[in-house]
């Protein structure tokens, strides 16, 4: 999620205000094919605003429509002043009126891209559908606590239910998990008060590190203007396996949960 922050940062001095004049497409599906309206949606709208919720970015246009962008695994929107070589990885270039021009690349084409003639965000399917943003007000352990008691899933699989929560992967669930001392298997229900409370905590503080050094870099993610981000060399725990615990020394251990590795310090996290 800090990734899709840097990147709505980004854009909004970029390219609010301006004016759609044409919507190019590769024709390949991503995640799921792009709805035939799209370009008709997008054309002669102006964009009024970027929003982010959770790992999708919003492009308000105006008259109301919402354009909804998932980067998947590998997507990168990247802004160009002038038009370019699309190269072959490109699945959608938007053009503005001032010839200025957004390049939507995606070699793995896990992303999504859909627009929407909706008066409400909450109308959007994706949206709708999420749970809490982190970073939104009352995102705290009073707010997470009753949800934890109700749910006997391991904490790690819990935080990364976007149902429940909005924004978190792999990375940064580890991350939070550390800093918060609990283990990644451990059932929810199990936790207290004052670890629900630790736990919220934990999260806000290592999301807005991560927005902070511009998200983490480790192969794909770009901003708009092509650059990466710096957070890979900040973290605490992910990705590092047999190097020593940064708060007790204890060697890094990794492990697979739920086709994802897990990275934990058996002392602090025991």
Known sequence: MPEVETLARKLRKAVTGKRVSEVRLSGLPLRKPIAPGFGA???TRTIRRILRRGKYLIIEMEPKAYWVI??????????????????IHTHAVIRFSDATELQYRD?????????????????????????KDPLSPGFDGKWLLPMLQKSRQEIKAFLLDQRRIAGLGNIYACESLFLAQIHPCRRCFTLNSA?????????????????????TTFADFMDSDG????????LMIFQREGEGCVRCGETVRRFRQGNRSSFYCSNCQG
């Open 41 to 43: 949606i997008l054309t």
């Open 227 to 234: 650059n990466p981000g710096e957070n890979q060399n900040y």
């Open 195 to 215: 670890e629900a409370g630790h736990l919220a905590g934990a999260i806000k503080k290592v999301l807005k590190v991560a927005v902070h050094h511009k998200g």
């Open 70 to 87: 998932h980067l998947g695994m590998s997507g990168r929107l990247l802004y160009r002043q002038a038009a370019g070589e699309a190269g």
């Open 107 to 131: 070699h793995r084409r896990f992303g999504l891209m859909a627009a929407y003639e909706v008066p409400r965000l909450s109308q959007v399917p994706e949206i709708g559908a999420l749970g």
